[in-house]
């Protein structure tokens, strides 16, 4: 008795769920379009902010807020300081948790399956999207605040707050690097967001696991008790980055952080993408 082995003329598995499919279905989403929205609106919450409450009183010692109104550039930079933390967050669980459970919720997570999609090549689709959609996130965020800023504040250097100044053209380099630093280091909240997503049919499951655990993180960093155990905790290294605004950037912090993310990162897409493969799909 012979085994069928034929598939269909034509079937090739690494064309199955194009990027630019998965791509489309995920920007016509709701809560796509929300987030960005949420993230052009930011700076022109800030500004009003700012305006409301006059300039900085100033004191002892001047922080990157003191500094918002000196150009679009620093009004680029406090935008980003005020959001890495928490806010910048919360784009890359969504779009990288809601990815899988959303099929999974939906029922139609089989028949992606079935039609057939191998599960790896699902998986790294989701995945590159995911991750593409929230560097976007991260790259709209300054990138209105810029001009936001400089409409208000005009084009100028970058005021250091220890002293001195970066001039224009060079401060644009250093706030690219700063979002390439800043998207690394979410990269763990990414790792999470997916792994949970191939765990669960719930969306806000996954998605609210990643924050949240992102968040239980941030407070074990601020257990100083820890002592150098913090050093191995992502949110140790999230605002490394400032070490790249200033005369004489300084690169260690950032090197040491972006080697922490990466590698819970990809023990994380490793976990998911193993758990999947041996997942029995009923959703």
């Avoid at 655990?213 to 257990?223: F, K, M, Q, S, Y």
């Amino acid at each position: 008795m012979s085994t069928l082995t034929e598939v269909a003329s034509g079937y090739q598995a690494g064309r199955t769920l194009p990027l630019r499919v998965e791509l489309v279905r995920q920007l016509k989403r709701r809560r796509t379009l929300v987030m960005g929205a949420i993230l052009a609106v930011l700076p022109f919450v800030l500004l009003v902010a700012f305006a409301i409450g006059g300039e900085p009183e100033g004191g002892d010692r001047i922080t990157l807020l003191d500094t918002a109104t000196a150009s679009g550039a620093n009004f680029a930079a406090v935008n980003l300081f005020v959001s890495a933390g928490f806010l910048l967050v919360i784009p890359v669980a969504l779009f990288c948790g809601d990815t899988v459970a959303s099929e999974a919720g939906w029922s139609s997570l089989r028949y992606l399956l079935a039609a057939p999609v191998p599960r790896a090549r699902l998986l790294w689709s989701k995945l590159v999207v995911g991750l593409g959609l929230s560097l976007a996130a991260m790259v709209l965020l300054p990138v209105v605040a810029l001009a936001v800023g400089t409409a208000a504040y005009g084009w100028g250097p970058l005021a250091i707050p220890t002293g001195g100044s970066l001039d224009a053209g060079t401060a644009a380099q250093r706030l690219v690097v700063v979002v390439g630093y800043i998207f690394v280091s979410q990269l763990v909240t990414a790792g999470l967001a997916f792994w949970l997503s191939t765990k669960t049919d719930a969306p806000l499951g996954a998605v609210g696991g990643a924050v949240g655990l992102t968040i239980v993180g941030n407070v074990l960093d601020a257990v100083t008790a820890l002592g150098d155990w913090r050093h191995f905790l992502p949110a140790h290294w999230q605002f490394a980055w400032a070490d790249a605004v200033q005369p004489t950037p300084e690169w260690s912090g950032m090197i040491q952080g972006a080697a922490i993310s990466v590698t819970y990162a990809v023990v994380l897409f490793a976990l998911a993408f193993r758990g999947f493969a041996r997942k029995d799909v009923v959703s």
